[in-house]
T-cell receptor
Framework: AQTVTQSQPEMSVQEAETVTLSCTYD???????LFWYKQPPSRQMILVIR??????QNATENRFSVNFQKAAKSFSLKISDSQLGDAAMYFC???????????FGTGTRLQVFP | GAGVSQSPSNKVTEKGKDVELRCDPI?????LYWYRQSLGQGLEFLIY????????KSGLPSDRFSAERTGGSVSTLTIQRTQQEDSAVYLC????????????FGPGTRLLVL
């Protein structure tokens, strides 16, 4: 069975600095998708970034980028130029290529200090 | 366009009562998912719908939990004879089609069983 591990329950960063959130996963599949979702206090899960495992190029969305290491089964999220609005819970998630459900890690709470 | 909506936003009930949680997916999305987020934990998959049928009910924790979807749109998650351990945030997500499409989440329903 696939598992997703986020080993950092909490992280903090100062405004305008860079922070990296870690995620590792375990799977025997070769094709799959990985996601980072952000959950602010409003509870709304917001998609931050998505990576297809067959793509070697790391995904980037504005200030958010990932470091995808397929062999190491690692999928970290880098947030550059951190903003106060980035404060939230961040969840890493896995989805098999031909499966329906997302498998989530336990989340990392990110605090941003002015 | 309108996102996924869920109602009620919050629900307080007494142990032993039945509750119904509603999800309105994004218009045109054929796939619909229910997840549960218990306090301090990540999200766990409950059930998935493709159209009005539920090919995967593997995450429903007990036979007190059921769900239906009508008209390929609105879905209702019903919990009978609620227990205190059912207290959680119930999140609904939808995607355009199954498998490889991104899931978009609603704001969730926070259920508290007293």
């Amino acid at each position: 069975a696939q598992t997703v591990t986020q080993s950092q329950p909490e992280m903090s960063v100062q405004e305008a600095e860079t922070v990296t959130l870690s995620c590792t996963y375990d799977t025997s599949e070769s094709d799959y998708y990985l996601f980072w979702y952000k959950q602010p206090p409003s509870r709304q899960m917001i998609l931050v970034i998505r990576q297809e495992a067959y793509k070697q190029q790391n995904a980037t969305e504005n200030r958010f980028s990932v470091n995808f290491q397929k062999a190491a089964k690692s999928f970290s999220l880098k947030i550059s130029d951190s903003q106060l609005g980035d404060a939230a819970m961040y969840f890493c998630a896995y989805r098999g290529y031909n499966t329906d459900k997302l498998i989530f890690g336990t989340g990392t709470r990110l605090q941003v200090f002015p | 366009g309108a996102g996924v909506s869920q109602s009620p936003s919050n629900k307080v009930t007494e142990k032993g009562k039945d509750v119904e949680l509603r999800c309105d997916p994004i218009s045109g999305h054929t796939a619909l998912y229910w997840y549960r987020q218990s306090l301090g934990q990540g999200l766990e998959f409950l059930i998935y719908f493709q159209g009005n049928s539920a090919p995967d009910k593997s995450g429903l924790p007990s036979d007190r939990f059921s769900a239906e979807r009508t008209g390929g749109s609105v879905s209702t998650l019903t919990i009978q004879r609620t227990q205190q351990e059912d207290s959680a945030v119930y999140l609904c997500a939808s995607s355009l089609v199954r498998y490889r499409e991104t899931q978009y989440f609603g704001p969730g329903t926070r259920l508290l069983v007293l």
